[in-house]
């Protein structure tokens, strides 16, 4: 039950739901790696597998990456080709741009690496484990397994703790003296390994360069760098303290015998000292910084690592709940695997599909706590020298997933590490801009990595244009700044992200050329990462003026103009981006109604492509809405029905974020049952596997970030300047209650409703200013003055809200 009045404090946060519920458990150790369960602090991740006799933990730090600083990676080339690959296109010449554009390439991106394995072998006599259960309780952030051996009962409990900023894994057992194990470390990457005082030690160096996963390549692994600057240096440290028994540390592993109880003390630490800095100077020692971590954590009590560990997690889990159909039967007692098998058969199970909400909240706050390091496609967990797709940032939507959820899920301080990265973009971007296409401003293109990559990747021509040669990654990132202040309101946060924004659009205004009509298109222009039909059946996959850089671009403009306005400056620069907005090619209603993807109606080569980036426009941005523009509305929601309602994972999560944004929560509430499929190693469509990781396939965090955001999305939206109660609430949810959302305008709304209609909602003000409820009926609330009024789409009722402030909102009577 929600509770609170207008004039009254904010309310303390609702109740959790219990243990069970927030609790991923299974009855067999992890097989393979995307059973393992995740855990991290934000810099070092683990993927326990839980198994009893050979224990093994895949260990990852955030700041782990080949390669160095990039420097100077121009492309003499670049803008003569450029001019050359726009004449040929605006000629419609297609085969001639896609062969020109080629020339205005760059190097690969870097990728982000494991740091290594920790592998604890337990005695256990030759028996095996009975009584068997490992879990994930994802409030407290703490990994479980528990098993029992000739009558003794074992635990490990594991977390990775930010507060202490070390992994903690804690063995026992029922009886005394009953722990036996052989601890070791290893490393794909070079190294060595030795027991030192008691500590074992993995010293290791990073390759200078990894060729992509998806590139062929003789040698795709180079270790040494010449110039001494690339490949960074790392450190592991794994710190045994022992109750009772003997330990033998020697050559290269620990030796614990007849021990009562076990604490290991992970730490570990890089040489990155910034994108632009040579990690393999001497100015930043990862030696002396995780002997630091160590030797502060080594001086606290187990007890208090934990408890330290826990109130820090749950100060950020707990903001917010969300509880759907809680008179459905409880399923939380089956194992996840399982619950997730008969789910994908039909069965309902409002509960699982809450838990992977939350779970999405879980890996955020687990991978998205270092500065420069933002989480990347796969969070923090890695276990390939070689991941899918460099396990980098790609900036075509897929790092920008990740951070939907920030805002809304309440969960805002977590944004820091991707506005460090879209700030160190904004430097080396700006030379990318200058000397690839002789523009001002900065951008960067579909790729980057820690070291902020800004160039068009391919290897100098070997990249497909279709991603390689996309240039409005700026553009696109700069709209998470403007977010930002949307929901915090802060001022001083805007006054420094502005000049920022302003460079992007610099760029943007720019790329634009005028097309024979004189309206503004961007070419050479492509539609990630689909490809088109033209002529005589030939395949084209560069253009001018996709819809995605137009909305992109009309986009950016409007919220450089919006925080130009509310910082009072640039009046002269909002003119002319107006300007420039007003002759920008306008969207294009296709003749089978559809959102034209291109300038031109072509044909999609793949019609159910898993990219749906035509509709930009429509989600993430607020350029289209059934409110704004209802033509444009139908003719996206035309785009999504003939797109269809499969694809990969992170796609299936898009697409429930944009049926969400047209108000069909039944629509995106089967997206989102396609999303939380059972999908198995070798399966070729999207869902989730068993430990609920989003399939791509293979593993992308995206899809468990933007499913979160999804959800949030369903139940409560603001990019129309006000807050929408419900929106797109799906039949199949009649009840339930949400707490701690966050909207546009600083508000943090709780919503409970029956029967598909709202029962009540909390709105606390954390800031002066408008408030504008939109509701599907009438509503009155405490102590405001105003009643709602009736428009195309539902009530709207409008209030001035003050800071500390608690609204209560209930059906008019």
């Known amino acids: 039950m929600l509770a609170g009045a207008a004039g009254a404090a904010p309310a303390a946060p609702a109740v959790q739901a219990s243990a ?25 991740g683990a993927m326990v597998f839980g198994r009893p006799g050979d224990e093994l933990l895949q260990l990852n730090e955030a700041t782990l990456w080949s390669g160095g600083p990039v420097g100077a990676k121009l492309n003499p080339g670049a803008y003569d080709a450029l001019q050359q690959t726009r004449k040929a296109l605006a000629q419609g010449d297609y085969a001639e741009g896609a062969r020109l554009v080629h020339q205005i390439q760059g190097p690969y991106t870097e990728g982000y690496l494991p740091l290594g394995d920790l592998k604890l072998r337990q005695d256990l006599k030759g028996a095996g484990a009975t009584g068997y259960r490992r879990d994930l309780n994802i409030r407290d952030g703490i990994a479980t397994t528990t098993f029992s051996v000739n009558g003794v009962r074992y635990q490990r409990e594991m977390f990775a703790s930010a507060p202490d900023q070390v992994i903690v894994v804690r063995l026992t057992a029922d009886q ?58 790392f450190e592991l440290i794994v710190k045994p303290v022992v109750k009772d ?10 030796a614990i015998r007849d021990a009562s109880e076990v604490v290991l003390l992970l730490s570990a630490a890089t040489s990155f000292n910034g994108y632009d800095q040579c990690p393999d100077s001497a100015g930043r020692d990862q ?55 008969e789910f994908t058969a039909g069965q309902a199970d409002a509960g699982l599909e809450a838990l992977y909400v939350q779970f999405g909240r879980y890996l955020l706050i687990s991978s998205s706590r270092t500065r420069n390091a933002p989480a990347n496609l796969q969070g923090i967990w890695n276990n390939f020298v070689r991941p899918p797709w460099s396990s980098n940032y790609t900036t075509n939507i897929n790092v920008q ?69 996309w240039a409005m990654g700026g553009p696109w990132l700069a709209r998470h700044l403007w977010d930002h202040y949307q929901f915090t309101g802060d001022r001083a946060y805007l006054r420094t992200a502005y000049p920022v924004m302003k460079e992007a659009a610099r760029f943007a205004l720019a790329w634009l050329v005028p097309d024979a009509d004189g309206k503004l298109v961007t070419s050479p222009s492509t539609s990630p990462e689909n490809a088109f039909f033209y002529g005589n059946n030939q395949t084209g996959v560069v253009s001018v003026a996709s819809t995605m850089d137009l909305a992109i671009t009309r986009d950016l403009f409007e919220n ?12 002269a620069f909002r003119t002319q981006l107006k300007a420039a907005r007003e002759k920008l090619f306008p969207f294009q209603i296709g003749a089978r109604g559809q959102l034209q993807e291109w300038y031109k109606d072509f044909n999609e080569t793949e019609p159910h492509h898993r990219h749906v980036s035509q509709l930009y426009a ?103 300047n006000e807050l929408h109660l419900l929106p797109a609430l799906p039949d199949a949810w009649h009840e339930g209650a949400v707490n701690g959302m966050v909207g546009r305008g600083n508000f943090e709304v709780d919503i409970a409703w029956k029967d598909g209609r709202l029962r009540q909602a909390r709105v606390t003000a954390r800031q002066d200013g408008p408030c504008v409820l939109r509701t599907a009926a009438p509503v009155a609330v405490d102590g405001v003055r105003a009643r709602s009024q009736r428009g195309a789409i539902g009530y709207t009722l409008a209030f001035r809200a003050k800071k500390g402030k608690s609204y209560l909102v209930r059906p008019a009577q």
């Open 560 to 571: 450089v103009e919006a925080a130009a306005r509310e910082l009072g400056t640039d009046e």
């Open 20 to 44: 069970a519920a927030l609790t991923l458990h299974y009855e067999q150790p992890a097989a393979v790696w995307t059973e393992a369960l995740p855990i991290g602090n934000g810099r070092l």
């Open 245 to 254: 028994g003997a330990v033998d540390a020697s050559g290269g592993r620990i």
């Open 401 to 469: 997933m990740n951070y939907w959820p920030v805002e809304s899920a309440n969960l805002s301080e977590l944004f820091t590490p991707l506005d460090d990265l879209i700030r160190n973009l904004s430097v080396a971007g700006k030379e990318t801009a200058a000397s690839y296409y002789h523009a001002p401003g900065w951008t960067v293109h579909h790729n980057s990595d820690i070291w902020a990559t800004s160039n068009p990747v391919g290897d100098y021509g070997k990249g497909d244009p279709k991603w390689a040669n």
């Open 618 to 720: 429509l989600h993430p941005a607020r350029v289209i809405s059934p409110f704004a523009t209802p033509e444009l509305a139908a003719a996206a929601r035309r785009t999504l029905e003939l797109r269809g309602d499969d694809g990969t994972g992170w796609a299936l999560a898009w697409k429930v974020n944009m049926w969400a944004r047209l108000l069909d929560g039944n629509h995106a509430h089967l997206l989102y049952r396609n999303l939380l499929r059972l999908t198995q190693p070798g399966d070729h469509h999207g869902g989730a596997y068993a430990n609920l990781f989003d399939a791509h396939p293979p593993f992308q965090i995206d899809g468990n970030f933007a499913g979160t955001a999804g959800v949030i999305e369903m139940l409560l939206q603001s990019q129309n």
């Open 287 to 341: 030696h002396a910084l995780a002997q630091a971590h160590l030797a502060r954590a080594a001086t606290r009590t187990y007890g208090e690592l934990r408890a330290a560990h826990v109130a820090d997690f749950r100060r950020l889990f707990d903001r917010m709940t969300l509880s759907i159909n809680p008179e459905e039967t409880d399923r939380s007692a089956l194992p996840t695997d399982r619950r997730l098998a």
């Open 176 to 233: 005394p003296r009953a722990l036996s194990l052989d601890l070791e470390t290893a490393s794909e990457l070079r190294g060595n390994s030795q027991a030192a005082d008691g500590a074992l030690v993995f010293q290791g160096k990073a390759p200078a360069h990894v060729v992509p996963s998806y590139v062929s390549d003789p040698n795709p692994v180079v270790w040494d760098d010449p110039a001494g600057c690339k490949g960074m240096r």
